[in-house]
């Protein structure tokens, strides 16, 4: 079965590079306009770019999820090119590599304002749109978060994995709310995957060899493969889904 989303409107956050890039990139090809939103204007502008020259639709947005201010920007410039809204992606995120007791409190919060108050802005504001403007057309979002914190903690990355527990039980609970409104709401959980988050330590042998041990498919993910969990969360093939959290992670932490 293909999986499309013709007709649909998307926001994708933090697709800039690695697995945001994948994702808009993966929806674009399934047939949705896609708002490809970045901090950096220039990383936003290409991926928008290349989905247009692949003969797609796409604009490229800069704003801070972290301010609501720029996400009501977002939204509105969204539905301003195209009209509606029909998916958010939540996945926009930073990762501050510190310990605990060294930590500055400055990194703590921007951490928790990008990874889950974006997530609570973001979904608040679509979900709003959604509701009022949807009908019985209705919704998806689904929110990025990572293994770590949800099933195994990282060293160094306390904020970090705060921040992505606390999405996995924000979702739970939008889930339950928005149902009412047709609005699913859904959450992938990536392992470990080739992308620019993770390029310094795969230049490490030992954390490479460690990896390897501890993954039972024993390789790292390609980028595609969250995005193609997320396309199917996004299409009519996951109609009866809301409030599901998806681990995809080679099997590192199967239970």
Not at 48 to 68: M, P
Request: aromatic share 6%; charged share 20%.
């Amino acid at each position: 079965m293909e999986l499309r989303v013709d007709g649909k409107v998307a926001i994708v956050t933090g697709a800039g590079q690695g697995l945001g890039e994948a994702i808009a990139k993966t929806l674009a090809a399934a047939g949705a306009s896609v708002a490809v939103n970045d901090l950096n204007p220039d990383r936003a502008e290409r991926v928008a770019g290349e989905i247009r020259a692949a003969g797609g639709q796409a604009i490229g947005l800069t704003a801070d999820v972290a301010n609501k201010f720029q996400c009501v920007h977002l939204v509105e410039s969204t539905r301003a090119e195209w009209g509606q809204l029909d998916i958010l992606v939540n996945n926009a995120g930073v990762e501050p590599v510190v310990s605990i007791l060294k930590m500055d409190e400055w990194d703590w919060n921007r951490c928790i304002d990008v990874n889950l108050k974006g997530t609570f802005l973001m979904s608040q504001l679509c979900g709003r749109v959604m509701a009022d403007e949807n009908r019985e057309r209705g919704g998806a979002i689904v929110n990025i978060t990572s293994i770590a914190g949800v099933e195994i903690p990282l060293a160094n990355r306390a904020a970090y994995c705060a921040s992505k527990a606390g999405v996995v039980g924000f979702a739970r609970e939008c889930a339950r709310e928005f149902a009412q409104y047709g609005i699913r709401v859904n959450t992938v959980v990536p392992g470990v995957f080739i992308t620019p988050m993770t390029e310094k330590a795969r230049q490490n042998p030992e954390m490479m060899a460690r990896w390897m041990r501890e993954i039972p498919m024993e390789r790292l993910g390609d980028a595609q493969e969250v995005a193609g969990v997320v396309l199917f969360l996004c299409s009519d093939a996951s109609s009866y889904m809301t409030g599901s959290t998806i681990t995809v992670d080679g099997g590192k932490v199967m239970r």
